[in-house]
């Protein structure tokens, strides 16, 4: 598998996993909870990207990782406990993943190059709206959530792991 196509199939297992993490959170906030309004948006835009991420994949013939029903069931249930908690730790939660998001993207940047400026185009846009995410739920309190330094690494790692999975299977 070439490069480009280990990158698509990551990145929209990644949008695809943000998408049901918000879900998760606003089942159990509802719409008028704290900071619901802002998830409900953040989870709109991650619709958008995994949309074209989609057509993306679609459109180079790259098959989407076969993890897919694990992404939902963890992402929801991720959003649902970190929402249980509070919405600082949902705040926490997306904080953690956006800041792992950045990291990610910024890498896959470096690795392109001028190789592919479609998909550069693209990670280039998500990574900024990502970094939006996570300083407006830095804003939010994420950093007053119980135990906010061990939730916040857990969820790094936890995404890590599920990159590095999405990229081979």
């Known amino acids: 598998m070439s490069k480009t196509a280990e990158?698509?199939?990551?990145?929209?297992?990644?949008?695809?996993g943000a998408t049901r993490i918000y879900a998760g959170q606003l089942a159990v906030?509802?719409?008028?909870?704290?900071?619901?309004?802002?998830?409900?948006?953040?989870?709109?835009?991650?619709?958008?990207?995994?949309?074209?991420f989609d057509a993306l994949l679609a459109r180079r013939g790259v098959r989407p990782t076969a993890l897919q029903p694990v992404w939902?069931?963890?992402?929801?249930?991720?959003?649902a406990a970190t929402a249980l908690i509070g919405p600082e730790a949902?705040?926490?939660?997306?904080?953690?993943?956006?800041?792992?998001?950045d990291r990610?993207?910024?890498?896959?940047?470096?690795?392109?190059?001028?190789?592919?400026?479609?998909?550069a185009g693209m990670i280039r846009e998500f990574r900024d709206d990502e970094r939006e995410h996570r300083d407006a739920a830095l804003a939010a309190g994420a950093e007053k959530a119980p135990a906010y330094p061990l939730m916040f690494h857990a969820i790094r790692l936890g995404c890590r792991a599920a990159i590095a999975l999405s990229k081979r299977i």
Request: glycine fraction near 10%; charge should be negative; proline fraction near 3%.
């Open 7 to 16: 990158m698509l199939r990551v990145d929209q297992a990644g949008e695809f």
């Open 29 to 52: 906030m509802g719409n008028r909870g704290p900071h619901s309004a802002e998830i409900a948006a953040m989870a709109e835009q991650e619709a958008g990207h995994r949309a074209k």
């Open 72 to 79: 939902s069931a963890a992402g929801f249930a991720l959003g």
């Open 90 to 101: 949902a705040m926490a939660c997306t904080a953690a993943i956006e800041t792992e998001i």
């Open 104 to 119: 990610h993207y910024t890498e896959q940047l470096e690795e392109l190059g001028d190789e592919d400026p479609e998909l």
